[in-house]
């Protein structure tokens, strides 16, 4: 989960790789560092804390360099430290590496080369893995290419990493395993990352790397094999991604943007998909397994995080409209059991990045018993967009914050069009629902949109309950989800400890911590479950917790009984967790500003988990 650059060129390197570092904050942000080759000399600058910690340590110095790695870390294993930053010496100093991934067998190798003599400057394994690197170059006499490609068939775990030598002082080695890279191509020049954001601005030409490919750089080649050193074909892509979308554009945080470009990102997630007028729903990237996916007996859904939530909310909307089974599982937890899998079953898998760890390996479980596998991630060029069978983009464009919003929405749109689009084939919903349903998924934008309307009224409510200790949301049928998403969101940039409940599920338990001082959320929009969740707010009421209920627009009731009420437009219950969701967001955002937390980059968390 951390963030990796690099460069060769004809350029300063050191300003591009800072740069990019600063582009790639959000994949972890403990510390910094970057190696350059200054004439002979390896010089690796590093700090705690974050890239503009980086920055300052050099902000005296000039450097000419053409060719440097860059890392920023999220720490796994040794606490963040100036000790512990990347990028990590080899034991003679003539290597550096940085590092993306976990060396799960390094404590065996840090043993055996203790027991030569080598001795460690980090708690990490990256100085192992380094050193391990230079022990069989040394001992093999191996070049440095030769070395590595050793080295990473005796490696366990998962790797994205760059490295450099003073002996071979134009020249980067990189490979990945599990971890992802993308190759940037420039005039006589390269660029290296864990994602596009940092090259968008030189090129918009890459190569995706696959798992257990090495790449050997120079300034005018570049030559990709794998660990057999059997020679590798690199495709060339086009990044469609535009530098503006990586930028703030005039708002105080990326989420903040993020949650105000809903209205957008969802409409381009149905661009060229939806036609309500027409009732044409397209979506080409199911097209050839459309049969399997429309006769399917049961349908696994596996994600972590946010991306769980959107696939509990498809749950519903799937077995209500296509009557499927469905089971949503945490991918952490589906990889290490013995799930009941039999070929031809349906496993959609649900990723922002594209990347997570779990997730990929919950697909490859799933594969290797003969299920059919669908993607819905985000970012293009993504592993789980390449090792899927087939499956559908967002286009919801670059999620910087942390905390996901656009992403969740946007996933959740796609998943309705997948279950519309089974419904009609089935015939398990009428013409004319179906053609309900396609306006009013075409019209969530403009209530997206209305719903953004709430925030001055949000930040008021936020005022009030900043200091709170505890938190509670409650949500009935499709609002369940969401009231899980709305708790997730404030635990994560807030660190305020809340709950997400089922509402009915609040007498066995939860309602004891109720009292003056309990905010209770209520996703109560009117409903197949409007009456009991009215019933459930009079229960939150009569022992004095502080309401605040997420209504339908017109609401008279539950207005009359909540300490505080926020209106979103009507819509289909189906759909309604993509309006429902927006107040929370704002609600999560605004308490983290107030309490004076670090919105975009909350503490212990980076953006893409892409380790376990």
Not at 22 to 44: C, H, M, P, W
Not at 103 to 131: C, H, P, Q
Not at 215 to 220: G, P, S, V, Y
Not at 273 to 301: D, F, P, Q
Request: glycine fraction near 8%.
């Amino acid at each position: 989960m951390c963030g990796i650059v690099g460069y060769i060129g004809g350029k300063p390197a050191f300003p591009i790789l800072l740069k990019g570092l600063k582009r790639l904050e959000y994949r972890g942000y403990d510390s910094a560092g970057v190696a350059l080759l200054e004439s002979t000399n390896l010089e690796v600058l590093k700090k705690k804390g974050k890239v503009s910690e980086l920055e300052k340590l050099t902000e005296t110095k000039t450097y000419s360099s053409t060719i440097g790695i860059g890392h920023t870390r999220w720490a796994t294993h040794g606490e963040p430290s100036d000790k512990n930053a990347h990028p990590h010496y080899s034991s003679d100093q003539k290597l550096a590496i940085i590092h993306n991934g976990i060396i799960e067998n390094y404590g065996a190798l840090k043993t055996e080369l203790s027991e030569k003599g080598y001795e460690f400057r980090s708690d990490t394994d990256t100085e192992v893995f380094i050193t391990f690197i230079e022990d069989i170059k040394k001992t093999l006499d191996l070049t440095l290419e030769d070395a590595v490609r050793i080295a990473l068939t005796k490696v366990v775990g998962a790797y994205a990493i760059v490295i450099m030598s003073t002996e071979e002082p134009d020249k980067l080695i990189a490979a990945r395993k599990g971890s992802p890279m993308v190759i940037g191509l420039g005039k006589n020049e390269y660029y290296i990352a864990s994602d596009a954001s940092p090259i968008v601005e030189y090129t918009n030409e890459v190569i995706y790397m696959e798992d257990e490919q090495i790449a050997i750089i120079t300034r005018n080649d570049l030559t990709i094999v794998d660990t057999k050193d059997v020679p590798q074909k690199a495709e060339i892509h086009k990044l469609d991604l535009k530098l503006e979308s990586i930028e703030k554009g005039g708002y105080e945080h990326f989420m903040l943007k993020e949650i105000f470009e809903q209205p957008r990102s969802i409409a381009d997630c149905m661009r060229g998909r939806l036609n309500a007028t027409e009732g044409l729903l397209t979506l080409g990237g199911i097209r050839n397994y459309s049969e399997a996916l429309t006769n399917a007996e049961k349908i696994v859904i596996v994600a972590c995080g946010t991306s769980w939530h959107a696939g509990l909310v498809a749950e519903y909307i799937f077995e209500d409209l296509c009557r499927i089974p469905v089971e949503v599982e945490y991918a952490s937890e589906f990889r290490y059991r013995n799930p009941v899998i039999r070929e031809g079953d349906i496993l959609i898998a649900i990723s922002q990045s594209g990347e997570t760890a779990d997730t990929l390996a919950a697909i490859e479980l799933a594969k290797s018993k003969g299920a059919i596998i669908f993607g819905v991630v985000n970012t293009v060029g993504s592993s789980i967009s390449r090792i899927t069978h087939e499956g559908a983009y967002l286009h919801a464009g670059p999620e910087i914050g942390v905390a996901s919003t656009k992403a969740f929405t946007a996933q959740l749109t796609i998943l309705a069009m997948i279950a519309l689009r089974i419904a009609s084939k089935k015939g398990t919903i009428s013409e004319s629902k179906y053609r309900e349903l396609l306006v009013d998924l075409e019209n969530i934008p403009a209530k997206v949109e209305t719903a953004l309307k709430s925030d001055d009224k949000v930040k008021e409510i936020s005022s009030l309950f900043k200091d709170a200790r505890n938190f509670l949301y409650l949500g009935r049928g499709y609002n369940f989800p969401v009231a899980l998403e709305g708790a997730l969101k404030l635990k994560e940039i807030s660190y305020i400890h809340a709950e997400g409940y089922p509402a009915a599920e609040m007498k066995h338990g939860p309602i004891a911590l109720i009292d003056e001082n309990m905010p209770v959320v209520f996703i109560a929009t009117r409903d197949s479950s409007y009456d009991k969740i009215v019933s459930n707010i009079q229960e939150v009421k009569s022992r004095k917790g502080k309401v605040i209920a997420i209504v339908t627009e017109g609401d008279v009731l539950i207005p009359k009984m909540a300490d505080h009420t926020i209106e979103v437009p009507a819509t289909h219950e189906a759909l309604m967790p993509l309006v429902s969701v927006i107040p929370l967001q704002l609600l999560s955002y605004h308490i983290a500003v107030m309490r004076g937390a670090n919105v975009d980059q909350p503490r212990n968390l980076a953006k893409s988990v892409t380790v376990e």
